[in-house]
């Protein structure tokens, strides 16, 4: 075991990357159907709205943006748009052409071959400028009634077969065993490139913490990396327990902020943790294990912060929203979110309720426009 000291802040903490440009930024969000909200109320000028919807595209961050022109003054800002689910949501979607219908009367070409079911059996697309979008349950209702064929893995339309593949992609060059070997992650480590690793805490911390007021308490930290975020708990007097995958992590996170009584590392599954651990933790945070781990099984990891929380136990959780199909880390969206953790279902039973919910815009400014925060109680129940 590593000397016990009192946890430090990481030495040598890299520069995060300058801003998206100079121009001056705004957001915008856009609400579940597709449409515009501003001041917390949907815009409902159609040339504005169509304007705003056409122009829209994806940058390399994976942020839905569009540059607004000032036509008075000439300039431009730059808007990112906060998307509550896919930036696009059609209402109908024409095989023959290949169009689909999107709010404010804006009409999109997409490319067949871009359709993606998500494990709720929504359709996924793009459009031909690479522009992400959803067809809602009416829409997608219509495309199967218009198809000639289709199964599990294919529909066929016009005579035209379409595979439909999971909407998450693995790199071909990997497998899924090869994702999830802990040895894959160490190799990260050991090659000094952990591009995800901001150098400290999240920044955000010392702003969205001490207002919940959150007296002495048992921390856990899953997918905790270097332990900067695990650190930060345990200098404010919390008993933290922090777990990776990664051997090679939980070595550097233990050379960097030693181990103490209120400060200990596990290397291990955060999956796969013993019984002996149910119910033990007030206070789980979750950073950047929710966007790497495999999307097929972030609704096991929900369930794993479930066990793991005592009654009436909290999620906290800095999670990304962004267009990213191929990870880790993975892309997602706060339509997801909300269906794995707030709604009820067919149980009647949510796994949490909801206390907080936001979007960050002054987080580190690679992250801008792409982080959520929340906080979550645990329910009562679980299926």
Known sequence: ?????????????????APLDERPLRFITLD??????????????ADVGSDWLSRMRIDEGGRAFFDDLDRDTGSRTHVIVEAFDQPLIA??????????????????????????????????????????????????????QMADDYDDESVTVQGRRIEITPLFQRPDSEDASEVRDAA????????DDMRWDLGREHP???????PLKITRCRILVLGCGQGHDAAWWARRGHIVTAVDFSKSAIERARGLYGESANLRWINGDALSLPQSMTS????????????????ERRQELARTWWRLLSPRGRVLGIIPTMDKEIGPPYGGSEWELRKRLLDAGRSGRALFRPLIWKRLRNGPPRRTGKELFFAIERGDSID
């Not at 075991?1 to 990357?17: C, D, F, G, L, Q």
């Not at 894959?184 to 090659?191: E, G, L, N, R, V």
């Not at 955000?204 to 001490?210: G, T, V």
Request: include cysteine; glycine fraction near 4%.
């Open 204 to 210: 955000l911390l010392d702003e969205l913490i001490p």
């Open 91 to 144: 209402s109908d979607l024409d095989p023959s052409s290949w169009q689909v219908r999107l709010p404010y009367g804006v009409t999109k070409t997409i490319s067949p071959d871009s359709l993606r079911v998500d494990e709720w059996d929504r359709f996924h697309f793009r459009t031909v400028e690479n522009v992400p979008g959803v067809l809602n349950r009416p829409a997608q209702s219509r495309f199967f």
């Open 1 to 17: 075991m590593t000397k016990s000291r009192e946890p430090t802040p990481a030495a040598n903490t890299p520069t995060i990357a």
């Open 280 to 295: 033990s933790f007030d206070v789980i945070f979750e950073h950047t294990l929710y966007c790497a781990i495999p999307p």
């Open 184 to 191: 894959w992650w160490s190799a990260f480590y050991d090659s």
């Open 32 to 45: 579940e159907e597709g449409y515009f909200m501003m001041d917390g109320m949907r815009v409902s000028d």
